[in-house]
Each structure stands twice: as structure tokens, then as C-alpha cells.
């Protein structure tokens, strides 16, 4: 009877573990940067045309090799810890501002940009 309990103890300890995610690559970070800034552009410069922002939107996830499953997985794994989207967002303000010379977005619109990856991933799921 102990023998019973303790292998159902062990399968119900193994089963409700946690998954863990997996960590993305390197380059899929940096692919998953990049399209986001790219992303932003894109919806700033067509703000009310829908339809060219997902077109858009599906052809620089496709030129960074992206797919909704790995931006599912890159965004659970930035939402385990939320110093990896202070990086990730602090990333993204170099980029626009080096590679896309853009102005500097101020620190309290940080959140602001969080919801707008959310909208971004939101598409890609439709």
C-alpha cells in the first residue's frame, strides 16, 4: 500500500511541475527585435490602414523567420522575468534611435510600447 501511494505521490508531483520555456536563440531574439521595431514603424506610418499593416506585419515576420509560435514562445519567455522586457524595450529605443533614426521615445512611454506588442502579437495570432 505505502509503494501505491508514493508512485501516485511521484506521477502527481511529475505531472503538475511546471513546463518550463524554453529559452529562444540568440538570433531569434535579435529577429524578434528587429521585426518589432520594423513592426512599429510600420504602424505609425500607416496608422488607420489595417490591411497594409498586417501585410506588412506578416512580411517582416517572414523575412526574420518568425512564426507565431516562436513569437508565442520569445514573448512567455520575456514574461518570466520583467527585466528581460526592460532590456528588450531598452534594446528597441537604441535601434530606432542608431538604425532608424528616430527621436528618443521618453522612459514613461515604455508602457506604452508594451501594449503595442501585445496588439502586434495579437495580429500575427489572427
Do not use: G
Not at 514562445?73 to 533614426?101: G, M, S
Request: contains cysteine; positive net charge; charged residues 30%.
Amino acid at each position: 500500500m505505502r509503494k501505491i501511494i508514493f508512485l501516485l505521490s511521484v506521477c502527481c508531483i511529475l505531472t503538475c511541475h511546471p513546463s518550463k520555456i524554453e529559452k529562444p536563440s540568440k538570433a531569434q531574439r535579435e529577429h524578434f527585435s528587429k521585426a518589432y521595431v520594423q513592426i512599429l514603424i510600420i504602424q505609425q506610418t500607416y496608422i488607420n490602414q489595417t490591411t497594409i499593416i498586417q501585410d506588412s506585419t506578416q512580411k517582416i515576420l517572414e523575412k526574420h523567420h518568425l512564426t507565431k509560435q516562436d513569437i508565442d514562445n520569445i514573448v512567455a519567455w520575456y514574461d518570466e522575468k520583467p527585466k528581460r522586457w526592460k532590456r528588450f524595450f531598452q534594446k528597441t529605443l537604441t535601434l530606432l534611435e542608431t538604425e532608424y533614426r528616430f527621436s528618443p521615445i521618453k522612459q514613461d512611454s515604455l508602457p506604452k510600447a508594451r501594449l503595442l506588442i501585445n496588439k502586434s502579437v495579437e495580429a500575427v495570432r489572427r
